[in-house]
């Protein structure tokens, strides 16, 4: 098994094992906090429901006790209210009364005129249950406990209370159950309970319509005083019970923000809201929960797993909202909730070891390449220092140790010291100053007469954000074989070069004595064998016309051949140029190219007659004729004009057509042999040559050739 599967094996092991762990601690209730406070937050973003227009609130307010009297109250206004909401569905008093009072007789006659009373009964820390008073018999009764958190927030109640031998609907049952005619579905009572507990039975997790005076509130004592008719109360439930701040039991509910805690009758009167409309918070199984918190763990591990460190955090923070988004709509319009917060831990768990699993790949894979580039840094033949602003060595190679005992690192060391400390002035350290604040790269050779070597030093600076320079990277190379092989290849060049002006000495001094031989003995004959051939045509008879006609085609014949041997002669070394000078015989050649090809040719001369050293001669004049050739062959210009000037120190030949101009491709062209031969006689006298082309315009040849006074 490879190194990296067994490491992904073991963070999938130490994944479930922390999942499981999730779990258990989910299961003992660790979460139960978090879990609450986002239940709580759905009610507050949710916000408010429509309620049940018919549950009123008869409020025993501040209003009421400065009209009736201080709190108690007589039971004498219990039963004057019972008759002014006598068309009323049901009336429930949040109101113990299990003492006996003068007024009940009062009471219990209002109680049974009416019919459908509900009074409330109290579960004591004893586990006695307090009634209402017998006085008051026959009643329905509720117990009127709610279940309140740690955190002091009703959540739930439980509509069946088992104590002992007794069975007590909730307060909010009692009602439902008196205006329906039914009963609410109850779990059996087990009877082999223990005597000194409570049984809890039929939770319903209550689902509240708003924040606090979601239900209407009307004032107790308004109602005795007839401010409401009685019509007003038919089909509606009226909640009796006291919301005077100080006075009864008020709670916090999950729109609680402000501490402001909601009275018990109005608690009530939101879980019989509920139990009408059915529509209490239905809690998912902790069998669910877990089911689908281990696959969406699972599904996430390997999504974390076959993606980047970045790609997963998104994905692990859209999973997170897409959860959250998904549990709040099932709350809001399901009325569906769905504890999150083991969700939120396992997927932030998975991603934490996915990350840690990808970090220790990460740091295995950067300390394999941290070994591979060690073993390079140090296998390099190039020499790699490292130095500080002050040339204190941070790193080096291998091959760097050696060097740095050669005479000429201690000199670039004390150089770049004297530089970095101002010891320098600036003139002299301007260049590698600027150079390394710029980053470039910059590059010096030295020659170290104790190994005989040549090296090339680099210097590549290293700069902060903020654009200082922090260090300075030497590689220092061993140049020495390079250096001999340019020394050898500028040897052979120079070779080459001088063998090419040979060759083309004895070229131009081979065409000279061809064109001499030609003139010279064959010119000569020629004129001889004319002279002969016309003193022998006078002797003929005058009546031999056909052998005056075959002698003066022969004379004609004659004569078009020296005319040859002259353009012969001329085109191997025009005679012009020895006897003239440079100036007539590139005039004279400009008139032949006009003549020859039709294309106007202008000359200028600076001075007006120019005449060089016979070498530079004949350079001149073999470089002007292979320029006019490429004007006539490929231009396609109809003007040419020629520029020849000479100064102190250099003759200046320049060529301008109005062609359509030669091409990149045309001057880089190895094939192109006229442009090569011009080149190589401008460096034969180390001179220089720019040929620049505009398309639809022209071409520029310049060239430039060194001259002495005493070679003109």
Same mark, same amino acid.
């Given at each position: 098994m490879s190194l990296a599967r067994s490491r992904t094996l073991r963070y999938i092991f130490l994944t479930v094992?922390?999942?499981?762990?999730?779990?258990?601690?989910?299961? +003992? !209730?660790?979460?139960?906090?978090?879990?609450?406070?986002?239940?709580?937050?759905?009610?507050?973003?949710?916000?408010?429901?429509?309620?049940?227009?018919?549950?009123?609130?008869?409020?025993?307010?501040?209003? $009421?006790?400065?009209? +009736?009297?201080?709190?108690?109250?007589?039971?004498?206004?219990?039963?004057?209210?019972?008759?002014?909401?006598?068309?009323a569905k049901a009336v429930g008093f949040d109101i113990i009364m299990a003492e006996p009072s /003068?007024?009940?007789?009062?009471?219990? @006659?209002?109680?049974?005129?009416?019919?459908?009373?509900?009074?409330?009964?109290?579960?004591?820390?004893?586990?006695?249950?307090?009634?209402?008073?017998?006085?008051?018999?026959?009643?329905?009764?509720?117990?009127?406990?709610?279940?309140?958190?740690?955190?002091?927030?009703?959540?739930? &109640?439980?509509?069946?209370?088992?104590?002992?031998?007794?069975?007590?609907?909730?307060?909010?049952?009692?009602?439902?159950?008196?205006?329906?005619?039914?009963?609410?579905?109850?779990? *059996?009572?087990?009877?082999?309970?223990?005597? *000194?507990?409570?049984?809890?039975?039929?939770?319903?997790?209550?689902?509240?319509?708003?924040?606090?005076?979601?239900?209407?509130?009307?004032?107790?004592?308004?109602?005795?005083?007839?401010?409401?008719? +009685?019509?007003?109360?038919?089909?509606k439930i009226v909640l009796v019970g006291?919301?005077?701040?100080?006075?009864?039991?008020?709670?916090?509910?999950?729109?609680?923000?402000?501490?402001?805690?909601?009275?018990? &009758?109005?608690?009530?009167?939101?879980?019989?809201?509920?139990?009408?409309?059915?529509?209490?918070?239905?809690?998912?199984g902790p069998f669910i929960r877990w089911t689908v918190?281990?696959?969406?763990?699972?599904?996430?591990?390997?999504?974390?797993?076959?993606?980047?460190? #970045?790609?997963?955090?998104?994905?692990?923070?859209? !999973?997170?909202?897409?959860?959250?988004?998904?549990?709040?709509?099932?709350?809001?319009?399901?009325?569906?909730?769905?504890?999150p917060a083991i969700l939120y831990l396992n997927l932030s768990y998975v991603f934490i070891m996915t990350y840690i699993l990808r970090l220790e790949r990460m740091g295995k894979l950067l300390l394999h390449a941290k070994e591979e580039w060690e073993e390079t840094f140090n296998t390099i033949d190039d020499a790699i220092i490292i130095h500080d602003r002050q040339f204190n060595i941070i790193r080096a190679n291998t091959s760097a140790s050696s060097l740095m005992k050669l005479p000429f690192y201690q000199t670039m060391k004390n150089d770049y010291i004297k530089i970095f400390q101002e010891k320098v002035p600036l003139k002299e350290k301007e260049p590698l100053l600027n150079a390394l604040k710029k980053g470039d790269v910059f590059i010096t050779e030295v020659f170290e007469p104790a190994v005989n070597k040549f090296y090339e030093v680099k210097a590549i600076p290293q700069t902060s954000g903020r654009g200082e320079m922090v260090d300075v990277i030497h590689v220092i190379r061993d140049i020495t074989e390079r250096k001999q092989t340019e020394q050898a290849i500028r040897k052979n060049q120079e070779q080459l070069r001088n063998l090419a002006a040979y060759l083309q000495k004895v070229g131009e001094a081979e065409r000279t004595n061809i064109a001499r031989e030609i003139h010279d003995e064959l010119g000569q004959a020629l004129t001889v064998l004319k002279m002969d051939l016309s003193l022998l045509r006078k002797k003929w008879p005058e009546d031999s016309i056909t052998l005056h006609e075959r002698t003066d085609a022969m004379l004609s014949l004659i004569d078009k051949t020296i005319q040859s041997v002259?353009?012969?002669?001329? =085109?191997? #070394?025009? !005679?012009?140029?020895? @006897?003239?000078?440079?100036?007539?015989?590139?005039?004279?050649?400009?008139?032949?190219? %006009?003549?020859?090809?039709?294309?106007?040719?202008? &000359?200028?001369? @600076?001075?007006?007659?120019? $005449?060089?050293?016979?070498?530079?001669?004949?350079?001149?004049?073999?470089?002007?004729?292979?320029?006019?050739?490429?004007?006539?062959?490929?231009? =396609?210009?109809?003007?040419?004009?020629?520029?020849? %000037?000479?100064?102190?120190? /250099?003759?200046?030949? %320049? &060529?301008?057509?109005?062609?359509?101009?030669? $091409?990149?491709?045309?001057?880089?062209?190895? %094939?192109?042999?006229?442009?090569?031969?011009?080149?190589?006689?401008v460096t034969i006298f180390g001179g220089m040559i720019t040929i620049t082309g505009v398309p639809g315009k022209g071409t520029t040849v310049i060239v430039k050739i060194p001259v002495d006074d005493q070679e003109s």
């Open positions: 094992i922390g999942i499981c762990f999730i779990l258990f601690i989910e299961y +003992l !209730g660790f979460f139960n906090g978090l879990n609450d406070y986002l239940y709580d937050l759905s009610f507050r973003i949710r916000g408010p429901l429509n309620h049940d227009q018919n549950i009123v609130v008869a409020a025993i307010d501040e209003k $009421t006790l400065r009209h +009736l009297g201080m709190w108690p109250l007589k039971r004498l206004y219990y039963a004057r209210l019972l008759d002014a909401v006598k068309s /003068q007024d009940d007789d009062l009471l219990n @006659d209002a109680m049974n005129r009416h019919g459908r009373v509900i009074l409330p009964v109290y579960v004591r820390e004893s586990l006695n249950v307090s009634y209402p008073s017998a006085t008051l018999s026959p009643y329905k009764t509720g117990h009127i406990h709610i279940e309140q958190g740690i955190d002091g927030v009703a959540r739930t &109640v439980f509509h069946t209370l088992h104590i002992r031998d007794q069975s007590l609907p909730s307060f909010s049952a009692a009602l439902f159950e008196s205006v329906r005619d039914t009963a609410l579905y109850r779990d *059996d009572y087990d009877n082999t309970a223990r005597s *000194d507990s409570i049984i809890q039975r039929n939770p319903m997790h209550v689902n509240y319509y708003g924040p606090v005076g979601t239900f209407r509130h009307i004032s107790f004592y308004d109602i005795l005083s007839g401010a409401y008719p +009685l019509s007003y109360f038919s089909d006291m919301t005077t701040p100080g006075l009864g039991a008020r709670m916090l509910t999950p729109f609680t923000e402000e501490r402001n805690r909601m009275s018990g &009758v109005e608690v009530h009167a939101h879980i019989l809201n509920n139990l009408f409309d059915q529509n209490e918070i239905r809690f998912v918190s281990i696959l969406l763990s699972v599904l996430f591990f390997i999504l974390f797993l076959r993606t980047d460190g #970045r790609k997963a955090m998104l994905i692990w923070l859209a !999973g997170l909202g897409i959860l959250s988004a998904f549990i709040f709509v099932l709350f809001s319009s399901r009325h569906i909730w769905y504890g002259k353009k012969i002669s001329t =085109e191997l #070394r025009p !005679g012009l140029l020895d @006897d003239l000078g440079l100036s007539a015989a590139i005039e004279w050649q400009s008139d032949e190219f %006009q003549k020859r090809t039709g294309i106007r040719c202008t &000359v200028v001369t @600076d001075p007006s007659e120019i $005449t060089l050293d016979r070498e530079r001669n004949t350079a001149i004049f073999r470089i002007l004729q292979e320029t006019l050739t490429n004007v006539a062959r490929h231009a =396609e210009a109809t003007e040419v004009h020629i520029h020849l %000037q000479k100064s102190i120190d /250099q003759i200046e030949l %320049q &060529v301008v057509d109005n062609g359509k101009g030669i $091409t990149q491709d045309q001057l880089t062209n190895p %094939q192109s042999f006229g442009l090569l031969g011009i080149r190589e006689r």
